[in-house]
């Protein structure tokens, strides 16, 4: 899972403030125009807001006694705010802290979510919210006054956005664009359609603001995470109190966790499948924000749950074919790790034509395998994650195609010897459940023999083996004293030799999987042998077969280990 990118900016999300001032640009306005959303000329927010199409959160007014005081307004520090009369002195108060973006440090653990204007002990914030009035109320609306320093209209009041509301401000300008093709003898059908559209427009604008109005709860749901995380990330002890911010916040706010899981994916996942070919005016990132909400409401959840959100359950992953309005969670964060799981199993098929049967998986068979082992099991999810990669640079995926871009060396060996070490690692976690409270590690050597007897004993249990034998064929094909030419460092079923093909086919395996952990830790003579094209077509491919190999070693060192990860008796 990648890390979470906390900003402080997102400390004010939840209120980002609108001033009655042209001389510097509003919060929420530099916030549409950092996600590539510009307002038109012909459309300011102003108006917006006064047809009723977006409705800002709060709309606090400012006196004109305060707005009048202030002799060098908008500037700081202000001159003449010691004569404003004292039952207005709030006003300023509101305006310094709408414009402020000093971090609240001190804010205690159950009040992280919390800006100035959600907090019930905050002073200012009580006499904000008794003041507030309502935007669609044109009589509560104060007259536009002119401040004598620049001799300037000026709104005296702050009106305060949710950061999320970009995203209904976005939809709203994509349904004001119309354009049309205008070609010969369509002239009369174009503005045929104009007045449509122009007739239909203010419908639409009050439709969408009610959609947008009623999912708010949810949005709102994730500026207050974000809130959280903003005002902890100077914090020594940042996840513990984010952690206890989110569930304080939970708890005040009568949530749990399934009405979490239901906005993240009724919500915020419809909304990702609504928008992923096509956002918004074309807006990447406004997508990526989204993408961002949608990564913070899975923190949030595991924050809530102390569990980390599984992709593959039913509840936001399906395998059939039906449609639906939400995005699987998968497809709107595609983590690489998750990827690794979902994927896996497409990629082993080919690899498992000799495997015993008991130890040859479907794509079915090996998903369940995975989803028992994967939470307990880190050496699994490193083993498929390098599977992926080495894959996926084989296929040729993931090269900077940029030119001004360096083109990465895929040095695809690198993959292939994790693969090598993780299948040692995925049988040292089998043999540690297997002999738990011991105080020394076995060597490698013993770890493979006494996998290579629990397979045998699986897959042919009327084979004649002993642990001798194993320890002997372990030590003679797997000494690192000498460098054997590339056609003797493999080793093959039919050169093992005990009678039982299943056996055989096992033992080759594990000796195998030895033999491609002893070459990444100590050679790199066989690096092209095992990566690219084999030369001579009458050989099997070396990097194949020891694949192969890892892979039989890691499918039957699971099958060992019950759902729950623990050792068999």
């Known amino acids: 899972m990648s890390e979470l990118r906390v900003s402080g900016g997102d400390r004010i999300c939840r209120y980002l403030a609108v001033p009655a001032s042209n001389i510097h640009k509003p919060q929420f306005v530099a916030h549409l125009e950092s996600l590539g959303i510009k307002l038109p000329s012909t459309l300011p927010l102003e108006e917006i807001v006064g047809r009723g199409w977006i409705r800002p959160r709060y709309r606090i007014p400012i006196p004109s006694e305060a707005l009048l005081a202030w002799i060098n307004f908008p500037v700081n520090p202000r001159e003449g705010a010691d004569r404003c009369p004292e039952e207005h002195s709030w006003g300023l108060g509101v305006w310094g802290a709408a414009t402020s973006l000093w971090p609240d440090r001190d804010r205690p653990v159950e009040k992280l979510w919390q800006h100035w204007l959600d907090d019930p002990d905050n002073d200012l914030g009580q006499v ?20 004598p320093r620049h001799q300037k209209d000026v709104r005296p009041w702050v009106d305060f956005f949710a950061d999320w509301q970009v995203y209904h401000l976005a939809e709203l ?16 059908h174009c503005a045929a359609q104009c007045r449509w559209h122009a007739d239909h427009f203010e419908q639409s604008a009050l439709d969408l603001n009610r959609w947008w109005e009623e999912r708010s709860s949810v949005h709102g749901w994730i500026s207050s995470y974000r809130t959280i995380l903003a005002n902890c990330m100077d914090r020594e002890s940042f996840r513990h109190d984010a952690r206890l911010g989110a569930r304080a916040w939970a708890q005040q706010h009568g949530l749990d966790a399934e009405k979490i899981r239901l906005g993240l994916r009724d919500t915020l996942l419809t909304l990702w499948s609504r928008w992923h070919d096509r956002p918004p005016l074309g807006s990447s990132r406004l997508l990526l924000r989204l993408q961002e909400d949608i990564q913070f409401a899975t923190e949030m959840l595991e924050d809530l749950t102390d569990k980390p959100v599984d992709p593959f359950d039913e509840f936001w992953f399906s395998n059939d074919r039906e449609r639906r309005q939400w995005a699987q969670l998968i497809d709107a964060l595609p983590y690489e790790e998750w990827v690794a ?12 034509k000799e495997f015993p049967e008991t130890l040859r998986h479907g794509k079915g068979q090996l998903a369940l395998l995975l989803a028992q082992h994967w939470p307990s099991c880190a050496p699994l999810r490193r083993f ?114 005990t009678g039982d093909s299943n056996a055989d086919s096992v033992i080759a395996a594990h000796l195998n999987a030895l033999i491609a952990r002893n070459y990444a830790a100590h050679h790199d003579y066989l690096d092209d042998a095992l990566i690219y094209p084999n030369r001579d077509g009458t050989k099997p491919h070396a990097g194949a077969l020891l694949l192969s190999s890892c892979l039989l070693v890691v499918i039957a060192a699971l099958l060992s280990l019950p759902p729950d990860g623990t050792a068999k008796p």
């Open 173 to 188: 300008l994509e349904r004001a664009r119309f354009t049309a093709f205008i070609g010969t003898g369509h002239g009369d």
């Open 384 to 497: 498929c994650l390098a599977w992926m990669r080495l894959h996926g640079e084989l296929s040729g995926r993931h090269r900077d195609l940029p030119a001004a871009a360096t083109i990465k060396t895929n040095e695809r060996i690198e993959q292939f010897n994790l693969i090598a070490l993780h299948t040692e690692r995925v049988l040292r976690f089998v043999d540690d459940h297997m002999h738990t409270g011991r105080s020394k590690q076995p060597r490698s050597n013993d770890v493979v023999v006494a996998a290579i007897l629990r397979s045998v004993a699986v897959v042919a249990p009327s084979a004649v083996v002993s642990e001798q034998w194993v320890k002997d064929e372990v030590r003679e094909r797997t000494a690192l004293h000498a460098v054997p030419p590339a056609s003797d460092a493999i080793c093959t079923p039919s050169s093992v030799g």
């Open 341 to 352: 799981r979902r994927d896996f199993p497409c990629r082993t098929a080919h690899y498992q």
């Open 128 to 147: 904000a919210r008794a003041n507030a009035i309502d935007p669609s109320v044109a009589s509560a609306t104060p007259p536009v006054l002119r401040h």
